[in-house]
């Protein structure tokens, strides 16, 4: 194996690792506020809208698809097209989501006093508990992490791993607070390979 080779699978293997670092950091810190923003959701009459900016954003795409096929029927709103009218997604029983790691991202502040005018509750994921975005959250989810990439240690990856594994957690508390079983979830998904499987595991048993 080349010198070129070696290096490449070192920093491969370094960025995987400050990753799983990240999330068994996420996993010591899981507290109360992770029960609140669970129990937030739970207890919402209306929907969840869940927002963010940039890498943030695309997780909180796939945490809102998470969510809606699992039973939190969830809608993702862009915080630049929310100033633009969207705003009036929201509706007096929803819950407002919103992450952002630095919590000062400048398009998100439209929301934010939307939802407090409103009273809309909201639960922001955060890695700066001081921001403006934790203290202006009913709930603040602290997903501080100790490094980025390996190489730059700037770019958006060990942030957004942490980000997209505290929703997947989120999803399945919620999952299990309702009850939700695996005809639920075929129900769910009529147009896929996944009922299918569900079916042919069912009828096997």
Do not use: W
């Amino acid at each position: 194996m080349t010198t070129r080779n070696e290096e490449l699978l070192m920093v491969g293997r370094t960025m995987i690792h400050t990753e799983a670092e990240a999330l068994t950091l996420l996993e010591q810190s899981l507290n109360e506020s992770f029960i609140a923003a669970v129990e937030t959701i739970y207890t919402c009459r209306g929907k969840v809208v869940i927002t963010g900016m940039g890498k943030s954003g695309i997780i909180a795409r796939k945490i809102a698809a998470t969510l809606t096929s699992t039973g939190t029927p969830t809608i993702f709103l862009h915080p630049a097209e929310a100033s633009h009218g969207d705003l009036g997604i929201i509706s007096e029983d929803d819950v407002i989501f919103a992450l952002s790691y630095s919590g000062e991202t400048d398009e998100l502040r439209a929301i934010v006093e939307y939802a407090e005018h409103n009273n809309n509750p909201i639960i922001a994921m955060t890695g700066n508990a001081t921001s403006s975005l934790a203290n202006h959250a009913n709930v603040c989810l602290n997903i501080t992490i100790t490094a980025e990439d390996s190489v730059l240690d700037i770019v958006p990856t060990a942030s957004t791993t942490a980000q997209l594994a505290l929703g997947d957690a989120i999803a399945t508390a919620l999952m299990h607070l309702r009850g939700f079983h695996c005809s639920d979830f075929a129900r769910l998904h009529p147009g896929g390979y996944i009922e299918r499987r569900i079916e042919m595991t069912q009828n096997n048993k």
